[in-house]
């Protein structure tokens, strides 16, 4: 029986907490990210069946930065698909991660917004239910190995503290392995 591991990476993308970091530390933003997308790329390089999803959430909503579905390639994307020597499965998790995150990043970075919480609960559920699809689709010879790793630098909240535990449960249930990783606690205070 082989075993698949499925990473689920939930990345803490408020904009406002970034930018409070970055007033502290030039560059956190950019230096966070290469080093994420490095812990990708050796998930990846590990095995060749190893599987990956990335979420990434704000003070609004949650969204998969990887996979995505694709577009219709412009003439841009056609020259950078014909540029480089990257391994293509790194550089289709690259460009998916990096493009997505801007993007959403772009959408909270009103700088009337009041720092808050990232929906961090809402990412675990879009992480749960990816992982629990890609269980009750595995063959009958594979097992799937899943674990959801967060990023995440915003205070808790209270509010979501009802569905969290919802998430925590679900996941010990489906044998999934939660792990948080809390960067820059003392600047986010």
Known sequence: M??????????????QQWQRVRNQQENAFENSLDHVLIFLNAHLALRHDNLLAVIACNSKKSSYL????????????ELNLRRGNMYQAFKDSNDSVISELKRLVLENS??????????????????????????????????????ILTISLSSDSSIQYIP??????????????????????????
């Open 110 to 147: 009103d700088p009337g917004n009041e720092p808050g919480s990232s929906m961090i609960a809402s990412a675990w559920s879009l992480g749960l239910s990816c992982t629990l699809m890609k269980k009750k689709f595995e063959a009958e010879s594979e097992q799937i190995n899943a674990r």
């Open 66 to 77: 990887f996979p995505k579905t694709r577009s219709p390639l412009n003439e841009n994307e």
């Open 164 to 189: 969290m535990m919802n998430c925590i449960f679900a996941a010990q249930k489906s044998e999934i392995k939660l792990d948080v990783c809390k960067i820059y606690a003392d600047s986010c205070e």
């Open 2 to 15: 082989s075993v698949i591991s499925l990473l689920v990476v939930v990345l803490d993308a408020n904009a």
